[in-house]
């Protein structure tokens, strides 16, 4: 019918010819008359390119109800009260345990399903209509048989899917240039686990994303045998850790974690010290870049302490991060990153992987999703690879529409989505 789902709302690195802006978010200009026909919001996971701007899209948008996981509600809500929202929305809480078939108004059942990612509670989803059409779509994903927190991803679930004859399949290509498999968690868990039990000069601090929340209880667990203490720097840390604590996603001793101040830290051995900040992207205002610059309230980098970056830089994001690498060697400290140790795996799936979840789906048509056109070029070749058609395969443009008609058969628009 006239009906619209929507799947997730990004925020995403301002590119470099936005003097002055720090981010974009989406152009849903083009939507403003349709809101009403907007029957949902389907939110994936707890990342900032996929919830980011939501603070300033669902007023625009009459807040139509969104639909997540447990925690990724949780960090929706935090972010809506602080832009005092939060009483406006509403949310339905999925379970990917269960299999069940969510009506979403009358056009619309949707299944949730388990994916790994580097987050927890990440999901993908099913979605089927009156016309017949069944669509799955895994947003970012990795298969890891050990992580951190999560179970593993549902493969049995997704292979049901795949016998049921699926229309279309969406999929993460972010990692489609790497062969092989993505490094599980658990290696990268090993690896820190190692470097925290020899440290035994300076203060050591990790610079993650704040969602990371596997990461920081691989750290946790690390400090609790080596009788090391957890200070966290930066608000969204403290904040996502706190709400991941409340919800059981996080498990530490009483005492190991502390919020990082002169006061907290007093009386304890520097060497003991392991500080888990934000700032691997060197935002402007994050924790890491106020060290580099000699700002921060609590934290002055001197000779001998160790700065690790468990994290990927995000493309375009090259020079500034080097940048605050320069700051901190300046400062005396010592930098390790993934290429120097294996401190950082990603959360986006290789080649293999890939192989797999289309293996499992064993789709009609195809789309290749998020990344640059290389990677989904990419992603593409290593379909046809698998015996796909190349007509089969559908590599659009932000703003393509395409349609599916009863028969199944798809065409791509004339019409095209005015987006800037």
Known sequence: GDDILLVDC???????????????????????????????????????????????????????????????????????????????????????????????????????????????????????????????????FKIDFAPEIDKPADLAR???????WVTLFLSDSTGSTRKGFSTSEKQIGDTLDKIIAHHT?????????????????????????????????????VE???ISKELGYLRAKPGTIKKMSPKTTEGIPQEKQVIITTGSQWEEFSALSRMAEGKHASIEIMAGDTIIFSSSVVPGNERSVVGVINKLIRLGANVVTKDDREVHTGGHAFQEEQKIMLNLVQPKYFMPIYG????????????????????????LDNGNIVDFGPDQKVFKSKIKAPIQ
């Open 10 to 140: 990004w925020i995403q690195f301002a590119e470099p010819d936005m003097l002055w802006a720090s981010c974009s978010i989406p152009d849903i200009s083009f939507l403003l008359p349709y809101k009403k026909n907007i029957k949902g919001l389907v939110i994936t996971h707890a990342h900032l390119d996929h919830i980011g701007a939501l603070k300033h899209i669902l007023p625009a948008l009459d807040f139509p109800t969104i639909y997540a996981t447990k925690l990724t509600v949780w960090i929706v809500k935090k972010g809506l009260e602080e832009n005092k929202i939060l009483h406006l929305q509403s949310f339905v809480e999925v379970n990917t345990d269960n299999n069940d078939l969510i009506n979403i108004w009358d056009n619309f059942k949707c299944e949730f399903f388990r994916v790994n990612h580097s987050v927890p509670d990440c999901c993908g989803v099913y979605v089927t209509t009156p016309g017949g059409f069944k669509a799955v779509h895994t947003w970012d």
């Open 158 to 164: 997704i292979g049901e899917y795949g016998r049921k």
């Open 201 to 237: 000069k300076g203060r050591l601090i990790i610079t993650i994303f704040s969602s990371w929340i596997s990461r920081v209880q691989q750290i946790i667990n690390a400090c609790e045998s080596y009788d090391k203490c957890v200070f966290l720097s930066g608000r969204s840390m």
């Open 240 to 242: 996502n850790v706190a």
């Open 372 to 395: 640059d056109l290389y990677f989904r070029h990419a992603h593409k070749n290593t379909a046809m690879a698998m015996g796909m058609k190349e007509e089969d395969i559908l590599l």
